[in-house]
């Protein structure tokens, strides 16, 4: 029995030390992913983020095996990224810490879907045409994720090379998922060169290991020169379009308290600051924050606020954008759409708004905005209209249960020292709804000549979430060649140039007041005019790739991978 005994050890612990090879790789694949975001400045790591999965998967056998690795990855991956959702650093709300929690163990499951397509055509057809296909069923996947109500686009791969705006000047014309198409392919191309490598041959590997290695140097110095060569010029707008002035207002109003204290305290600091910001200076535009009215104002039992917003409105000469609660009532349910919300037994039904206006001193009419895409559970649970126990869900700060907001506005005045006839012309992203290129690039094509960001991400502390959704807001202004004002209640607010580049970027939890000059630009670029075209050819093309692998099964044998 001695010797059985003996042999059965180096069994066990070869069987160990596979099996954590095969973790590590995971981890160090999702760390690598997870590394590449803002605020960190290592983008390029996401060209190898994919590296070690794809040798990962070339070694274990079964499909499922393969999948609960991937998983392992994109559990790292998301928890890089997203720690900072659950405002576990503050911990001062438990619904919010359950939210995040869930929201880094669930997330995962979705990336698992194009690795799964993947494995399929590795399987029925070859390594080469999964390896072909990838960049395609990512590409796909991801556009997918962006679209319905639980959509969830903050870790699109192409937004981890947001702060190195010179790499990224084509987005113009293929939207930011052709940057995730760049990403995958070079891994794929880099995997490829390293099998190439590895090879035993040398002498016959040798004139394709320098045709790839070639390639992918091309692929990655033509952007990053052609891009820079972009950036030289500069947007001075069209014929005789001026500059126009802007004063952002960045009152640093804690979250928390915000809705417990005295709400007509913060709205008359707020109009301190800005009545001393415009002392000295031509101001054209200013903008408060997401919510910076935490009420009703434009409800009958507020008249007076409104009536005092106006005088400094008035007294300044420019108008103002701010962030609001809006409320529409209807007086019977058969006027009112699905989804309204009645008041008390008997009383009227009414929509909620997470909302911006538009008060300006050369117009009695007030300009509105309702949010439209809606943060999942925060703002309001997905499709709670058709299952409605979900509404059971709402996290309790704020005013929440905010209704979808119904079209994209383009608000519109004439600045101070323009022609009558003259007009400016802007929309108002609220919050979370910046991450979108979609919606954003239906604002520019309807005849927004900027775009303002007004949001509240002081929720998270001083995590990695503010700076990741600065960031991300510099890949709407390169795909639509717009300026962008960023206005952040506690930061970060900032002007965004048509490039992408940052200026008078303010800091974190500090009361600021940014002044700056931006060009209403009327141009169209091929992403305005056509949306995402490109990302619907490329998921078209890799789902033409899965359905040949599903019902054309490859004629050599033991090639793919054997399943469990």
Same mark, same amino acid.
Not at 117 to 138: C, G, H, N, T
Not at 200 to 210: K, L, N, S, T
Not at 314 to 321: E, H, K, N
Not at 488 to 503: K, Q, T, V, W, Y
């Given at each position: 029995?001695?010797?059985?005994?003996?042999?059965?050890?180096?069994?066990?612990?070869?069987?160990?030390?596979?099996?954590?090879?095969?973790?590590?790789? *995971?981890?160090?694949?999702?760390?690598?992913?997870?590394?590449?975001?803002?605020?960190?400045?290592?983008?390029?790591?996401?060209?190898?983020?994919?590296?070690?999965?794809?040798?990962?998967?070339?070694?274990?056998?079964? %499909?499922?095996?393969?999948?609960?690795?991937?998983?392992?990855?994109?559990?790292?991956?998301?928890?890089?990224?997203?720690?900072?959702?659950?405002?576990?650093?503050?911990?001062?709300?438990?619904?919010?810490?359950?939210?995040?929690?869930? +929201?880094?163990?669930?997330?995962?499951?979705?990336?698992?879907?194009?690795?799964?397509?993947?494995?399929?055509?590795?399987?029925?057809?070859?390594?080469?045409?999964?390896?072909?296909?990838?960049?395609?069923?990512? $590409?796909?996947?991801?556009?997918?994720?962006?679209?319905?109500?639980?959509?969830?686009?903050?870790?699109?791969?192409?937004?981890?090379?947001?702060?190195?705006?010179?790499?990224?000047?084509?987005?113009?014309?293929?939207?930011?998922?052709? $940057?995730?198409?760049?990403?995958?392919?070079?891994?794929?191309?880099?995997?490829?060169?390293?099998?190439?490598?590895?090879?035993?041959?040398?002498?016959?590997?040798?004139?394709?290991?320098?045709?790839?290695?070639? $390639?992918?140097?091309?692929?990655?110095?033509?952007?990053?020169?052609?891009?820079?060569?972009?950036?030289?010029?500069?947007?001075?707008? =069209?014929?005789?379009?001026?500059?126009?002035?802007? #004063?952002?207002?960045?009152?640093?109003?804690?979250?928390?308290?915000?809705?417990?204290?005295?709400?007509?305290?913060?709205?008359?600091?707020?109009?301190?600051?800005?009545?001393?910001?415009? +002392?000295?200076?031509?101001?054209?535009?200013?903008?408060?924050?997401?919510?910076? !009215?935490?009420?009703? !104002?434009?409800?009958?039992?507020?008249?007076?606020?409104?009536?005092?917003?106006? &005088?400094?409105?008035? /007294?300044?000469?420019?108008?103002?954008?701010?962030?609001?609660?809006?409320?529409?009532?209807?007086?019977?349910?058969?006027?009112?759409?699905?989804?309204? &919300?009645?008041?008390?037994?008997?009383?009227?039904?009414? =929509?909620?708004?997470?909302?911006?206006?538009?008060?300006?001193?050369?117009?009695?009419? !007030?300009?509105?905005?309702?949010?439209?895409?809606?943060?999942?559970?925060?703002?309001?649970?997905?499709?709670?209209?058709?299952?409605?126990?979900?509404?059971?869900?709402?996290?309790?700060?704020?005013?929440?249960?905010?209704?979808?907001?119904?079209?994209?506005?383009?608000?519109?005045?004439?600045?101070?020292?323009?022609?009558?006839?003259?007009?400016?012309?802007?929309?108002?992203?609220?919050?979370?709804?910046?991450?979108?290129?979609?919606?954003?690039?239906?604002?520019?094509?309807?005849?927004?000549?900027?775009?303002?960001?007004? %949001?509240?991400?002081?929720?998270?502390? &001083? %995590?990695?979430?503010?700076?990741?959704?600065?960031?991300?807001?510099?890949?709407?202004?390169?795909?639509?060649?717009?300026?962008?004002?960023?206005?952040?209640?506690?930061?970060?607010?900032? +002007? !965004?140039?048509?490039? #992408?580049?940052?200026?008078?970027?303010?800091?974190?939890?500090?009361?600021?007041?940014?002044?700056?000059?931006? /060009?209403?630009?009327? #141009?169209?670029?091929?992403?305005?005019?056509?949306?995402?075209?490109? *990302?619907?050819? $490329? /998921?078209?093309?890799?789902?033409?790739?899965?359905?040949?692998?599903?019902?054309?099964?490859?004629?050599?044998?033991?090639?793919?991978?054997?399943?469990?």
């Amino acid at each position: 029995m001695a010797p059985l005994r003996l042999s059965r050890v180096p069994a066990t612990d070869g069987a160990r030390k596979t099996t954590l090879r095969r973790i590590v790789l *995971a981890v160090t694949s999702g760390a690598l992913l997870g590394l590449s975001f803002p605020p960190l400045p290592f983008s390029l790591l996401a060209l190898v983020g994919f590296l070690p999965l794809l040798i990962l998967f070339e070694e274990v056998e079964g %499909t499922w095996r393969q999948l609960r690795y991937a998983y392992l990855a994109f559990l790292v991956f998301n928890a890089i990224t997203l720690y900072w959702v659950g405002g576990f650093v503050d911990a001062r709300d438990g619904f919010l810490m359950l939210a995040g929690g869930l +929201l880094v163990l669930l997330h995962p499951f979705f990336f698992l879907i194009p690795v799964w397509f993947y494995l399929i055509v590795r399987k029925r057809l070859s390594l080469d045409w999964a390896l072909v296909a990838f960049p395609f069923l990512w $590409v796909g996947f991801e556009y997918a994720h962006a679209l319905g109500q639980i959509a969830f686009p903050w870790i699109t791969l192409g937004n981890s090379q947001a702060l190195d705006p010179s790499r990224i000047q084509y987005v113009e014309w293929t939207g930011v998922y052709g $940057v995730s198409f760049w990403i995958v392919l070079l891994n794929v191309l880099l995997f490829s060169l390293v099998r190439l490598i590895g090879a035993r041959d040398g002498q016959a590997m040798r004139r394709p290991v320098f045709l790839r290695a070639a $390639v992918i140097v091309l692929l990655v110095a033509i952007p990053e020169v052609s891009g820079r060569i972009w950036m030289w010029r500069t947007f001075d707008g =069209e014929g005789n379009v001026k500059p126009l002035r802007v #004063g952002v207002v960045q009152p640093n109003i804690d979250p928390w308290e915000k809705w417990q204290g005295s709400k007509l305290a913060e709205v008359e600091r707020l109009r301190e600051m800005t009545a001393s910001a415009a +002392l000295g200076d031509s101001l054209q535009l200013l903008i408060w924050p997401e919510t910076a !009215i935490p009420y009703y !104002i434009l409800q009958s039992a507020h008249a007076g606020d409104l009536a005092a917003l106006r &005088k400094l409105v008035d /007294t300044i000469g420019a108008p103002l954008l701010t962030g609001f609660p809006n409320a529409v009532f209807y007086p019977d349910s058969a006027q009112a759409p699905r989804g309204s &919300k009645r008041l008390a037994a008997g009383g009227d039904w009414y =929509e909620s708004f997470n909302a911006a206006m538009l008060l300006d001193p050369r117009a009695s009419r !007030i300009q509105t905005y309702g949010k439209i895409l809606l943060v999942p559970f925060g703002e309001r649970p997905p499709y709670v209209d058709q299952i409605p126990f979900l509404a059971a869900m709402m996290w309790d700060i704020g005013l929440g249960m905010w209704n979808i907001g119904r079209d994209t506005t383009v608000f519109s005045f004439v600045p101070r020292g323009w022609a009558a006839g003259d007009s400016a012309r802007f929309s108002a992203l609220v919050c979370y709804e910046s991450i979108y290129p979609g919606l954003v690039r239906h604002f520019v094509h309807k005849g927004a000549e900027f775009i303002v960001v007004i %949001t509240n991400d002081s929720w998270y502390g &001083k %995590t990695d979430g503010p700076y990741q959704h600065e960031a991300f807001a510099a890949l709407r202004a390169i795909e639509n060649r717009r300026w962008v004002v960023r206005c952040a209640n506690g930061g970060i607010s900032c +002007l !965004i140039d048509p490039d #992408g580049r940052f200026h008078q970027e303010t800091t974190l939890f500090t009361e600021a007041v940014v002044r700056g000059d931006v /060009t209403p630009l009327r #141009g169209a670029t091929f992403y305005s005019s056509h949306g995402d075209l490109f *990302a619907q050819v $490329v /998921t078209s093309a890799g789902l033409l790739v899965l359905l040949v692998g599903i019902f054309i099964r490859k004629g050599a044998k033991g090639d793919g991978k054997k399943d469990d």
